[in-house]
C-alpha cells in the first residue's frame, strides 16, 4: 500500500531580529563564495534578492525565513561539492541548476508580492499564503532530496572519469548505494547521461521511483551509423530494435507533395505537441512531424514508427502511414484526427451531466488504461517497473467517439532500471485522477480563481475523487477492473449511462477502505459540536450558524460506537533549535488527563493539548444518512443533501507556565573550595558551628556549586466542556468546588483561547434520487 502523505499546520514561530540578522549575514557570505561556481552564479542572486525582500515582509516573515534558508542551504551544498573542481561539472548538474534558478524566481516573485500586498489583502489571503509557503518548502525539500547532492555529483564525477579512461567496446556495472529516494525530482536524459530520476504521482500517497542509466556508447564507443542501427529504447526489446523500415508491414509511405495542410496546429502537450490536421487523398488526417536536429528526430521517428507498425490495439494511436526517405522533415499519418484533452470532456461531463455518468466516464478510462497497460506489456515483454514507466510518460488525448487513447511516451536512450513502492494500479488510478480538476484532490476552497470550478462543482469533485478511490483498484492491487464494475460499463452505450449514485455507493460498501472519508472543518466554536450531531447551515451561513436538529446517539437513533484520544506537545523558547516533544497523558476520573510538565529555572515551557472523540468506523453514518436523511429532511424542511452529520470532534488549546525568579548572581570573590564542594557537612563543621546548606553561597535556597533542578507541575485538562482546565502542583484532580492548591508564588501560567475543529459527512443530492 504506498505510504500516506498527511500535511499538517505548524504554528508559526517568531524570529528574533538580532539572530535573524546575524544568520542572514552568515548566509550572505557563504552565498558570495558560491558565486564562485559560475553555473550557480543565477540562482545565487536570485536568492540575495530574496533574502533582501525578506526584510520588508510584515507578515509570515518567519515562514519566509524558513524557505529562504533551505534554499540556501541547497546551494551552499553545491559550492561544498564543488569547490576546487568547478570544471568538471556535469551536464546533468547544470540542468538542475537551471531548474533550480527557475524555482528561485517564482518564490523570489511570491515573495516580492507578499511585501506589497496591503494588509487587508493579506488578511483575506491568510490561507493561500500559508498553503503558497508549506507548497514552496515541499518543492525545496523535494529538490534537496532528489539531488543527493554528495551523491549525485560524485556519481557524475565518477562516470566521468570512467568514461575517459574506458576502452571503446568495455562493458561497464556499476551498484550505487543511495539513502531511501525522496518524493520528487526529474532529471532530463541524454545518452550521455547518467542520472538519478526519482518521481511522484502526485496524490495524498508517497511514491518513489530510482533510475540509474549507462550508456555504453557514450563510455567511450563509437555511434553507429546509420542511426536507423543504432536505435536502443528503453521500451523496446532487442528484436524490435533490429528490425528496420525494409518491410512496411502493409503501411504506405507517402511523399510530402500528397500531404495538404488545412490549418495551424493548436496542440501544445505531449506527444500530440506540433500535430497538424493534413488531407490525404481526399480524407482526413492527422500529421506529427519531426522537427529539430536532423539526427534526433530521425530517431524519434523511427522509433515511433516500428512501435505502431507493431502494436495494434484501439486505445493507441492508428497510424496509416509515414513519409519516405526522401522527406526532409519525417512525419507520421495518423487517424485520429478530432481529439480534445480528457480534461476538457471530464468538466463537460461534470458541467452537464450527473455524478454518477462522471464515474461511469472515469470508470471507462481507467479499463482503457488498465487494458492499453496489460496489451503493451504482452507486446514489448516489460516487467511491470517498465510498464507503468510507460504510462506514467505518456499523455492521453479522448478521440470523436469519446475513446481514449495513450500517446506514446518520449524514448529512453541506453538501459533504466526502476523501482516503486506502488503498484501498476496506482499508476493507473492515478493518471485518471489527474484528469480531473485540481488534479484530483479534494479541496475544501471554492474560490479558485477558476470559472468552471464553481462552489456545486466542487463539491461533485470532490464526491467523484472519494469514490474513484474507493471504487478503482489501488497501491499493489491487480489493475483489472473488477468483473461486476466491468459488467455494468458494458451493459449500455456511454451516451446511455447505467450507473447512478446510489449504484455506486452500494458497489463500494464493502471495499477496503470504502466510505472511510469525511469533511473537514479546521475553525469552529470549541465545545459546540459532539459526535452523533445532525444538523444543516443556513444558506449564506457557516458552522457558527450551524441548525443542531438532535444527536442520534444521544437520542437512540442510532448504534455507532465512539472512541477518544488525546495528545499535546510542549517546547521552550529559549531552546535554538526550538524542537516540540510529544507530552505523554495520564487518564483520570470522568475522562480528566493529567499532563505532567518539567519546568527548568528561570524558563518558561509552553503546551498543546488536542483532545479528540471520533466515530470507530466513519462508515456507518454514510449509511445512516442514506437510510435516514431524507426523514430527517423532511421534517426540517431543507434536502436531504443539506443535512450534516458530525463524526469527529475536537479541540485545540495552548498553555505555559513560567518560572519567573531571576537567575542568581554568581559571585567570583567568594567561591567556595571545591574540594569541600562534595561534602557540605565537613565544610559546616569546619567552622565550629551549624550552617544550613549553602549559607553564605545561594540565592533562592540553590547552592552556587549544585545544578537546579527542574520542577514538576500538572497540567489537568479535559474535552468535557464541564471541566476547567488548570496547573495544579498535585497529580490528582480535585472534584469541583473543592479549593485547589496552587502552584507556587514564582509561577505564572496561562490557559489560552480554545479552537475547536469536526469532521462530517454529507451526501450529494443524488444520493437520494429515485428514493
Not at 556495472?173 to 532530463?188: A, G
Not at 491487480?478 to 455507493?505: D, G, H, N, Y
Request: proline share 6%; hydrophobic share 40%.
Amino acid at each position: 500500500m504506498p505510504l500516506r502523505f498527511i500535511r499538517t499546520k505548524k504554528l508559526g514561530i517568531g524570529i528574533d531580529p538580532l539572530q535573524a540578522a546575524i544568520t542572514t549575514t552568515a548566509f550572505t557570505r557563504d552565498l558570495m563564495a558560491t558565486m564562485q561556481f559560475p553555473p550557480a552564479t543565477a540562482a545565487v542572486s536570485v536568492l540575495l534578492l530574496i533574502l533582501q525582500t525578506i526584510q520588508s515582509i510584515q507578515v509570515n516573515k518567519s515562514g519566509c525565513d524558513r524557505l529562504a534558508r533551505r534554499a540556501a542551504q541547497i546551494l551552499i551544498d553545491i559550492d561544498e561539492q564543488m569547490r576546487g573542481r568547478y570544471h568538471e561539472a556535469p551536464e546533468a548538474l547544470l540542468r538542475n541548476l537551471e531548474r533550480f534558478e527557475s524555482t528561485l524566481i517564482s518564490i523570489h516573485q511570491f515573495m516580492r508580492n507578499l511585501a506589497d500586498s496591503k494588509w487587508s489583502d493579506r488578511f483575506l489571503r491568510k490561507s493561500s499564503i500559508d498553503d503558497a509557503l508549506v507548497e514552496y518548502m515541499r518543492i525545496l525539500d523535494e529538490a534537496a532530496q532528489a539531488f543527493q547532492l554528495a551523491t549525485l555529483i560524485n556519481i557524475h564525477l565518477a562516470v566521468s572519469s570512467m568514461r575517459e579512461h574506458a576502452a571503446s567496446n568495455a562493458t561497464a556495472e556499476r551498484v550505487i548505494d543511495v539513502p531511501p529516494p525522496p518524493t520528487y525530482h526529474e532529471v532530463l536524459n541524454e545518452s550521455n547521461s547518467v542520472a538519478l530520476e526519482i518521481r511522484s504521482p502526485g496524490i495524498v500517497d508517497a511514491a518513489e521511483c530510482m533510475v540509474a542509466e549507462f550508456d555504453p556508447v557514450a563510455a567511450g564507443g563509437k555511434s553507429l551509423s546509420p542511426p536507423e542501427k543504432g536505435l536502443k529504447d528503453h521500451y523496446l526489446p532487442a528484436e524490435l530494435s533490429s528490425l528496420t523500415l525494409e518491410d512496411d508491414h502493409g503501411f504506405r509511405r507517402y511523399h510530402q507533395s500528397e500531404v495538404i495542410l488545412r490549418g495551424r496546429s493548436r496542440l501544445q502537450d505531449g506527444w500530440w505537441a506540433g500535430a497538424t490536421e493534413v488531407q490525404v487523398q481526399g480524407q482526413r488526417a492527422l500529421i506529427k512531424k519531426y522537427d529539430g536536429d536532423k539526427d534526433p528526430a530521425y530517431s524519434k521517428w523511427l522509433r515511433d514508427v516500428k512501435v505502431l507498425q507493431n502494436l495494434y490495439h484501439p486505445n493507441l494511436p492508428q497510424m496509416l502511414g509515414f513519409s519516405d526517405e526522401r522527406a526532409p522533415t519525417p512525419f507520421i499519418l495518423l487517424a485520429n484526427v478530432q481529439t480534445q484533452s480528457p480534461q476538457a470532456l471530464v468538466r463537460e461531463v461534470l458541467r452537464s451531466s450527473s455524478l454518477g455518468t462522471s464515474m461511469e466516464l472515469l470508470l471507462r478510462f481507467y479499463r482503457d488504461l488498465a487494458d492499453t497497460a496489460m496489451y503493451v506489456q504482452r507486446q514489448l515483454n516489460l516487467d511491470e517497473n517498465k510498464v507503468q514507466d510507460f504510462m506514467e510518460a505518456s499523455s492521453f488525448r479522448v478521440d470523436s467517439l469519446k475513446t481514449l487513447v495513450v500517446g506514446l511516451p518520449p524514448p529512453r536512450e541506453g538501459e533504466w532500471y526502476t523501482a516503486r513502492n506502488y503498484g501498476l494500479a496506482h499508476t493507473l488510478l492515478d493518471a485518471c485522477l489527474r484528469m480531473l480538476p485540481n488534479n484530483g484532490r479534494v479541496t475544501y476552497s471554492y474560490d479558485r480563481g477558476e470559472e468552471f470550478v464553481t462552489e456545486e462543482i466542487q463539491k461533485k469533485i470532490n464526491h467523484l475523487v472519494t469514490l474513484a478511490r474507493a471504487l478503482l483498484p489501488s497501491g499493489r492491487q491487480s489493475p483489472v477492473l473488477p468483473t461486476k464494475l466491468e459488467a455494468l460499463i458494458e451493459e449500455t452505450e456511454f451516451e446511455t449511462p447505467s450507473l447512478t449514485l446510489r449504484q455506486i455507493r452500494d458497489l463500494t460498501w464493502n471495499a477496503e477502505g470504502a466510505h472511510g472519508h469525511t469533511w473537514y472543518e479546521r475553525n469552529v466554536p470549541a465545545d459546540k459540536f459532539s459526535v452523533g450531531d445532525i444538523g444543516y447551515i443556513p444558506v449564506g451561513g457557516d458552522f457558527v450558524s450551524f441548525v443542531l436538529l438532535g444527536n442520534v446517539i444521544k437520542d437512540g437513533k442510532a448504534v455507532l460506537s465512539l472512541s477518544q484520544r488525546s495528545h499535546g506537545e510542549h517546547w521552550c523558547w529559549k531552546h535554538v533549535p526550538i524542537q516540540r516533544q510529544p507530552l505523554q497523558a495520564y487518564e483520570l476520573p470522568e475522562a480528566v488527563a493529567g499532563w505532567p510538565v518539567a519546568v527548568p529555572p528561570y524558563s518558561q515551557i509552553d503546551v498543546v493539548v488536542v483532545h479528540e472523540a471520533y466515530l470507530f468506523c466513519v462508515k456507518d453514518a454514510w449509511q445512516y444518512l442514506l437510510k435516514n436523511g431524507k426523514a430527517h429532511a423532511v421534517n426540517s424542511g431543507i434536502g436531504p443533501e443539506d443535512l450534516i452529520l458530525v463524526t469527529h470532534v475536537g479541540t485545540h488549546q495552548d498553555f505555559y507556565v513560567r518560572d519567573f525568579r531571576s537567575k542568581p548572581f554568581k559571585s567570583q570573590t567568594h567561591t567556595p573550595n571545591p574540594r569541600f564542594a562534595a561534602n557540605q557537612f565537613h565544610h559546616q563543621h569546619r567552622h565550629g558551628c551549624h550552617q544550613p546548606p549553602g549559607f553564605g553561597f545561594q540565592n533562592h535556597g540553590v547552592p552556587f556549586n549544585q545544578p537546579a533542578l527542574p520542577a514538576i507541575v500538572y497540567l489537568l485538562t479535559s474535552l468535557d466542556a464541564n471541566h476547567e482546565p488548570h496547573w495544579s502542583p498535585s497529580p490528582v484532580c480535585l472534584p469541583k468546588g473543592v479549593t485547589r492548591q496552587p502552584l507556587a508564588q514564582h509561577f505564572t501560567t496561562k490557559i489560552g483561547w480554545k479552537t475547536g475543529f469536526l469532521n462530517y459527512v454529507q451526501l450529494h443530492a443524488e444520493d437520494f434520487d429515485g428514493t
